[in-house]
């Protein structure tokens, strides 16, 4: 539900950000850009707090907190007068943002460590299942009112929330939570000694945030990058993303238990990073839209890296430190985030600014290519198997 209400903003965001500055492209872009990074930078802040305040009271209530944040977000996108409103309801929604972290802490609660890869796919499954159905949604809403999309995707939210209020219970029982709540672990900085005080986190850590920073390029410019290079419509682009959500279903639920099984969790790490260089590379090159969707299947299989690489870290830190390793990894996430727009939206500004002499609008495309080739060079040495939990300290 998360996933739906989230998805059906995609499609439509950069073309209300677009409509909003008069049609222009590369300014649309820049816009585009200060929004994700200012999002970025209050889960930098925030997410090693929540991550705490999980270990210290609970998943249900930070989940409960998320939720009702992406909720009022949704409220002022729906009917924000100018660009400055959004963005007060991308730093509010930024500050609370949560759910997938805690939701993986959840899980990690909940799982025996020899299953947690093929259950993170099953999480990783439920996002793709809502990238097919909320971008298909936010698309055809779209072509009727650029506002509606927001409205329908506050509804969800808001109804979501009630389900956790109501329904769900909680995963952390108090005798497995933190005993203090520590406010020197409740910073970006204090929450990242944890990934350096276990063998092989570090690394992994690093791996999975050149994996995030390379996938900030989709948010930040496919769907400009798509219309100004194929001259897709709203329709279109919810289409797309209702292939490749069925592509991600299909290989997150029935593919990544029974392979990582048979390969492992490290060979199945770096299957995901190999298919990540392929699909984005091909992506870049595309010469048309129809040749662009040849390279969704090849891109599909990056599904088997964050499995993977979560079934890895969660074996290295204890039952009362997962909400804190989610923390630090929502953190580094919250770097990306900062990092990747400016990175890949200005990049794209550019080319497109000289796209008559460079003909390159996928050169912020091949960078993220880069990006996962050199994550696939540091997880061939760090991406190793412990045999048990450390137990708390």
Known sequence: MNSISFGIMIPILPNLIREMTGGDTAAASEWNVLFATVWGVMQ????????MLSDRFGRRPVLLLSLFGLGVDFLFMAFAPTLWWLFLGRVLNGATAASFSTANAYLADVTPPERRAKVFGWMG?????GFIIGPTLGGILGEYDLRLPFLA??????????????????????ERR???YDWSRANPVGSLRLLASRTG????ATVGFL?????????????????YRYHWSPAVLGLTFLLTGVLGVIVQMFLVGPVVARIGERRAVLLGLTAGV???????????????????????FTGFLMPGLQGLMTRRVAPH?????????????????????????????????????????????????????????????????????????
């Open 44 to 51: 930098l802040v925030f997410g090693p707090m929540l991550g």
């Open 125 to 129: 499954s439920a996002f793709s299942f």
């Open 153 to 174: 995707a506050a509804a969800l939210t808001f109804a979501n929330w009630l389900y956790g209020l109501f329904i769900l219970p909680e995963s952390l029982p108090p």
């Open 178 to 180: 933190a005993k203090a």
């Open 201 to 204: 986190l570090l690394g992994l």
């Open 211 to 227: 994996f995030q920073l390379a996938h900030m390029v989709l948010p930040t410019i496919f769907v400009l990058y798509t219309t």
């Open 278 to 300: 392929a699909g984005f590379a091909w992506y870049g090159f595309a010469p048309t839209g129809w040749a662009y969707l040849l390279g969704a299947p090849v891109f599909a």
């Open 321 to 393: 430190e997962q909400g804190q390793l989610q923390g630090a990894i929502q953190s580094l996430n919250g770097i990306s985030a900062v990092a990747g727009p400016p990175l890949f939206g200005l990049i794209f500004a550019w080319s497109v600014r000289h796209d008559a002499v460079l003909h390159a609008p996928g050169l912020a495309i091949y960078l993220a290519a880069a990006l996962l080739a050199l994550g696939f060079a540091l997880a061939y040495g760090v991406a190793r198997p412990v045999q048990s939990q450390p137990q708390p300290a």
